[in-house]
C-alpha cells in the first residue's frame, strides 16, 4: 500500500496532564517543556498540556511555552464543561482555559447517567445543557473543541440512549472530534470494538477517538480495534503512566497501526527515534520503563535461549517480529549458561574477529566465564561485565585508574536528624598521580558511588553525564546468613543508554565496589577514551 493512500491516525499525548496524574509523577515547568519538545521531534499531532483552572503551575507553563518553536504539535488545554446550573461565560475554569491561548482546548463531560445523577448530581437534562453551552461557548470564542465522553462506554453499556445524546449534543453545539473514553479501563476489547464502530457509523463524518485506560491491562488492545472499527484518532501517554493503572501506552501503539496494520502515524524517520524518546521522556518523569515493554523495551528484541540465538543467528526473522531498527531499538543476546558457545564466541569476535571457537583464548574465555557463574556471577543481564572480561583475556584493557583504599562508615540519626548519614573516602591513583575524594550519601553505597565519580572526574569528566539508575542486590546463600555471598547488579545510564554491570562478594560494599568500577571502565572504554595512565585527562581517540 503507497503512503499516500495509509489512512490517517491521529496522535494524542496526554502524558502532561492525564499522565500527571499517575503516582509518583511530579513535572516542574521545565520537564513540561522538554517533554513538550520531545513529543514535537517525534511527530506527535496533539499535546494535552494541562488544566489552567485547576493549576497554577500549567498557568505557568502556557506562558512559557510559547517560546518554543513547536512544528507538528498543537497544544490542548483541558477542561470540564461548565458548573450546573451557570452560564458558560460566568464559568471560571472555562476563563482559564482562554487565558491559556491554546488553538485546541479538550472538554471533559459526562456521558454515563450514574456519574450524572450520584457524582456531579444534577439531571440528566442539566448535564446535556452543560455539554452544549460549553461546547458552544468556546466555538464563539474561536477554539476547536475536543469533547472526551467521559466513562462514555460505561455509560453505553447501562444507558444507550444517554449516552448516544450527551455525544450528539457536542457535535451538534460544534465540536470536531469526539473521544470516547473508557475511564474506570474496565470494558474488553470486543465491546470497544463493537461500540466505537456504532458510534462512528452514526456520526458520519465526525472524527471519532479512542481514550482507553489500563484498569484490566487491555487499554493498548482496545486502542487498536477501536481504530480497526473507525476511530481515527487515539489518547493516551507515550510510556504508559497515568491513574491507577496507566493510561494506552502510545510508544507501543504507534507501531503496531504504523508496521502491523497499515496506518499513517508518524514519519518513518520518526519512528526510528521512538525508543530513544520514550527513554529519554522516562528520564524526565523519573520512571523506569518496564523492560519487558514491547517494541521500546530492553528485552523487547532481547535473547537468551540457545534455540532462540541460534535461529535469529540464521535469520532474524525467526523470532523478531520487526526489525528492532525500525523502532530505534537493538537485538540484545544475553551472556547465560543456556545461551551456547556460539553466543559467547560472538561476543568474542566484537574484539578479536579471527578467533575461532577452537582457539586457546576462547577456550580460556569459555573457562573463565563458568569459573565466575560457578561462584555466583550471572552476566544474563550484566554483558557489560561479560565484554569487560573479554577485553582483559585478549589484551585490549587498560585499567583506568587504581585503587589505593577505600572506606565506608556510617552512623545513626542524631541531633534532631530523621535520616542516617553515610560517608565514602576513595583514594586512587591515575597516571603515578593520587587523588582522593569524601563524599556523603543516603547509603554506603550511594556515598561510595559519589565518592568513586567525584575522585575520577577530575581526570575523566565524561563521568558527569551517567548515574545509577539501578541497584539489586541477591543473596546467593541464605544458610550463611550474614556472612552470605552476595550478587550486585547495577544499571547506569547517561539519560539516552543503559548498561548493567555486576559484583559476587561475601561483602556486599565490595560486590558493589565492582560492579561500580565494570559500570565506569564500560562506559570509558566504549568511548574509546585513552586511559590516563597515558596522560593526564581523559580524551577520545
Known amino acids: 500500500m503507497n503512503d499516500h493512500k495509509r489512512p490517517k491516525v491521529s496522535i494524542f499525548d496526554s502524558t502532561l496532564r492525564d499522565g500527571a496524574q499517575g503516582e509518583g509523577i511530579s513535572f516542574s515547568v521545565l520537564d513540561k517543556l522538554k517533554i513538550v519538545q520531545l513529543l514535537d521531534d517525534l511527530g ?206 502510545l510508544s507501543t501503539i504507534i507501531p503496531s497501526l504504523q508496521l502491523k496494520m497499515g496506518y499513517d502515524v508518524i514519519s518513518p524517520e520518526a519512528l526510528s527515534h521512538l525508543t530513544l524518546t520514550a527513554h529519554s521522556l522516562s528520564e524526565i518523569a523519573n520512571v523506569s520503563i518496564p523492560h519487558g515493554t514491547a517494541y521500546v523495551g530492553r528485552s523487547a528484541f532481547t535473547h537468551k535461549g540457545g534455540m532462540h540465538i541460534d535461529g535469529i543467528g540464521k535469520n532474524p526473522r525467526s523470532f523478531e517480529h520487526i526489525q528492532p531498527e525500525l523502532v530505534g531499538n537493538e537485538r540484545r543476546v544475553l551472556m547465560s549458561e543456556v545461551s551456547g558457545r556460539a553466543t559467547i564466541l560472538k561476543q568474542i569476535k566484537k574484539y578479536a574477529p579471527h578467533l575461532e571457537k577452537d582457539a586457546p583464548e576462547t577456550k580460556r574465555i569459555i573457562d573463565s566465564l563458568k569459573r565466575l557463574e560457578m561462584s555466583g556471577y550471572q552476566f544474563e543481564g550484566a554483558e557489560s561485565s561479560f565484554e569487560l572480561i573479554i577485553a582483559k583475556h585478549l589484551g585490549k584493557y587498560t585499567p583506568f585508574f587504581t585503587l589505593d583504599h577505600y572506606k565506608t562508615f556510617g552512623e545513626m540519626p542524631n541531633n534532631g536528624q530523621t535520616e542516617t548519614s553515610h560517608t565514602a573516602v576513595v583514594k586512587v591513583f591515575v597516571n603515578k598521580e593520587s587523588a582522593i575524594e569524601v563524599a556523603q550519601g543516603d547509603g554506603p553505597v550511594h556515598a561510595l558511588d559519589k565518592a568513586l565519580r567525584k575522585v575520577l572526574n577530575n581526570f575523566y569528566p565524561q563521568l558527569s553525564q551517567i548515574h545509577l539508575s539501578d541497584y539489586k542486590v541477591r543473596v546467593l546463600d541464605s544458610l550463611n546468613a550474614s556472612a552470605a555471598t552476595v550478587r550486585v547488579l ?38 574509546g577514551v585513552i586511559p590516563s595512565s597515558t596522560h593526564t585527562k581523559g580524551e577520545h581517540v
Not at 458548573?83 to 461565560?89: D, F, M
Not at 559500570?519 to 570509558?524: A, C, F, P, T
Open 44 to 249: 506527535i499531532e496533539y499535546v494535552e498540556a494541562g488544566n489552567p483552572g485547576s493549576n497554577p503551575k500549567d498557568l505557568e507553563f502556557f506562558r512559557e511555552v510559547s517560546s518554543l518553536d513547536l512544528k507538528s504539535v498543537k497544544l490542548v488545554a483541558f477542561g470540564s464543561t461548565r458548573r450546573r446550573n451557570t452560564k458558560a461565560s460566568d464559568d471560571a475554569n472555562l476563563a482559564s482555559l482562554l487565558t491559556a491561548d491554546t488553538p485546541y482546548v479538550s472538554i471533559f463531560g459526562k456521558s454515563w447517567d450514574f456519574q450524572v445523577t450520584d457524582i456531579i448530581r444534577t439531571t440528566l437534562k442539566e448535564n446535556l445543557a452543560m455539554i452544549s453551552d460549553t461546547v458552544a461557548y468556546m466555538t464563539s470564542c474561536n477554539k476547536k473543541v475536543i469533547f472526551d465522553a467521559e466513562h462514555f462506554y460505561d455509560g453505553y453499556i447501562e444507558n444507550e440512549k444517554y449516552a448516544i445524546e450527551t455525544i450528539r449534543a457536542a457535535v451538534d453545539a460544534g465540536a470536531v472530534s469526539i473521544a470516547l473514553c473508557d475511564t474506570r479501563g474496565g470494558t474488553v476489547p470486543s465491546l470497544i470494538g463493537s461500540i466505537t464502530r456504532r458510534i462512528v457509523d452514526m456520526f458520519e463524518g465526525v472524527e471519532i477517538g479512542i481514550h482507553a485506560h489500563n484498569d484490566i491491562s487491555c487499554a493498548d488492545a482496545s486502542s487498536l480495534i477501536a481504530v480497526e472499527n473507525g476511530a481515527r484518532s487515539v489518547q493516551g501517554t507515550l510510556v504508559g503512566f497515568g491513574e491507577r493503572c496507566g493510561n494506552a501506552n
Open 490 to 527: 547495577i544499571e547506569t545510564t547517561d539519560g539516552e543508554c543503559s548498561w548493567s554491570t555486576v559484583g559476587v562478594s561475601t561483602d556486599l560494599i565490595e560486590a558493589s565496589w565492582m560492579a561500580l568500577v565494570d559500570s565506569i571502565e564500560y562506559r570509558l572504554m566504549k568511548e
